[in-house]
């Protein structure tokens, strides 16, 4: 398999099949592969603050009891490996903070980390998370919308799991494409609740006998939507439990970077050949909705320096009422105010604050247009010029 990213040269996956991972030199060989062995093992080898997102899908400590049989008597194919099964609820505490430790060390300090469960391991989880100075920015509800009955008629049918968003650190600046979200779910907010249905169909990976090759197979839909969220073209994202390779093959296809640790080499082969088959988007349709403060700044002087806007110039609000005359420095005049655009906006109203790329406005084929317009046009010119 060879993955292609935009300005990044395609490397192959690869992985040792005794068990031990590739040694990561000033290439970064890593990317794009599925290391095998145990994830805390693996990522001692990975470069310190490496990787941009993390999603994890550890195992949920079932404690299951005895086989599960649907009304007609046929056994259900519920998830008893043996990767699931731990001898006490203080080995399986141990098992979690190792490997939060161990994906501590190689999160870039501004990067976010996922994890999802359900009520058998979530909140032990979560607690050490916080333990481990991780700061928890949201906790989301994946709602089933085809979730398995409770055949035994004794409990709720369990129709969610949950995932955990955080952060390395309070203070963190994470990534959060909201405008992003907000557009994918037709200008409304995105909610903490997201109906998506289980893996089923041909997504659902089978093995030559028609079995599920994984019991716990995430829907790409799920991945698709924390990746948008979190990450952008080019990042890297890990999966320290990667199974048959759901975040691999939704990194590849939005032009992400990804890297994966699993033990069992079923999983392995499943994963190379489901993320050999992925066709990458073009680069172009990667792009997505931002917010203004997202764009780059632009102070009012460069537009006189651009040619835009002449010191001389006179600027008004929308209605005519205020006036202002451009000064040579980028500042304005209006009276005896002068100042920022955004100063002089605010004395003239008598204001706290105003923003003065919404407020003062230039004539533009007879009609009055916000300043904000000339700013746009540069910020278009930009990439041109440089």
């Known amino acids: 398999m060879s993955v292609q990213r935009k300005g990044v040269p395609a ?9 031990s991972t590739p040694v990561p030199g000033s290439d970064p060989a890593w990317l794009d592969t599925i290391l095998k062995g145990d994830c805390v093992a693996a990522l001692e ?4 603050n490496s990787v941009d997102l993390v999603f994890a899908d ?6 299951l009891g005895g086989d599960l049989h649907r009304p007609d008597q046929s056994r259900v194919d519920a998830c008893d490996d043996h990767w699931d099964q731990f001898a006490s609820f203080e080995a399986y505490d141990a098992f979690t903070r190792a490997w939060l430790l161990a994906v501590r060390r190689v999160l870039k300090p501004d990067g976010g980390l996922w994890v999802i469960g359900s009520y058998h391991n ?3 989880v979560g607690s050490i998370l916080q333990d481990l100075g991780f700061w928890i920015l949201n906790d989301v509800v994946w709602l089933k919308s085809n979730p398995m009955p409770n055949f035994r008629g004794k409990r709720f ?19 959060f494409n909201y405008e992003a979200l907000k557009t994918f779910n037709d200008d409304l907010q995105m909610r903490s609740d997201w109906h998506l249905p289980l893996c089923t169909g041909g997504e659902r990976l089978k093995d030559g006998e028609g079995q599920k090759v994984h019991p716990t197979q995430k829907p790409e839909s799920l991945l698709y939507r924390v990746l948008l969220a979190s990450s952008n073209p080019g990042d890297v994202v890990l ?3 990667f199974g048959t390779g759901t975040t691999g093959a939704v990194a590849k296809k939005l032009g992400r970077h990804f890297v994966g640790v699993e033990r069992e080499q079923d999983y392995i082969d499943a994963a190379t050949a489901r993320i050999a088959a992925i066709d990458p988007l073009d680069p172009a349709a990667l792009d997505v909705t931002r917010s203004k403060r997202a764009a780059p700044r632009v102070p009012f002087g460069n537009l006189l320096e651009a040619g835009m806007i002449a010191p001389g110039a006179k600027l008004t609000c929308a209605k005519g009422k205020h006036t202002a005359q451009v000064r040579a420095d980028g500042s304005l005049a209006s009276g005896d105010h002068t100042g920022s655009i955004h100063k002089v906006g605010a004395l003239v109203q008598g204001q706290e604050a105003c923003n003065g790329w919404t407020f003062w406005h230039i004539m533009e084929a007879g009609k009055r247009q916000p300043i904000d317009v000339l700013r746009q046009a540069f910020r278009k010119a930009a990439p041109a010029a440089g």
């Open 11 to 19: 490397v192959a996956p690869h992985f040792h099949q005794d068990g």
């Open 157 to 175: 049918t369990n129709a969610h799991e949950t995932m955990i968003w955080a952060s390395p650190s309070r203070d963190a600046k994470y990534t």
């Open 122 to 124: 979530i909140f032990r």
């Open 239 to 241: 999966d320290p439990f």
């Open 45 to 48: 080898r990975l470069p310190k």
């Open 58 to 63: 550890p195992p949920y400590n079932l404690q």
